[in-house]
């Protein structure tokens, strides 16, 4: 059984700065591709930044240049620090990793979501 944490949403001014961190655990051989998406009412869920495994960050371009993404190895996790954040980064921001847990199985797991809203 393979579980994701999130933690570190909030709320926060804009132009402030917040760090989120999604701590997998449980069954884990391996842990491919991190990632971060994140969600508004009414609208599909979309990808925020993602990194390998040899920790090769990505991200889309509503984000680049204010979030950067890192993910820590030997402590299965994944940050995603915030700076600069705007109303329209307020949402629920979700982990997601690819994670192989046995031999024959590999497969995308999802974090429970935490509450990112920027506003004065």
């Known amino acids: 059984q393979v579980q994701l944490v999130e933690s570190g949403g909030g709320l926060v001014q804009p132009g402030g700065s917040l760090r989120l961190s999604c701590a997998a655990s449980?069954?884990?051989?391996?842990?491919?591709?991190m990632a971060w998406y994140r969600q508004v009412p009414g609208k599909q869920r979309e990808w925020v930044a993602g990194t390998t495994s040899g920790g090769f960050g990505s991200y889309a371009d509503s984000v680049k240049g204010r979030f950067t993404i890192s993910r820590d190895n030997a402590k299965n996790t994944v940050y995603l620090q915030m700076n600069s954040l705007k109303p329209e980064d307020t949402a629920v921001y979700y982990c997601?990793?690819?994670?192989?847990?046995?031999?024959?199985?590999?497969?995308?797991?999802w974090g429970q979501g935490t509450q990112v809203t920027v506003s004065s």
């Open positions: 449980g069954n884990i051989l391996t842990i491919y591709v």
């Open positions: 997601k990793a690819n994670i192989r847990a046995t031999m024959s199985d590999t497969s995308d797991y």
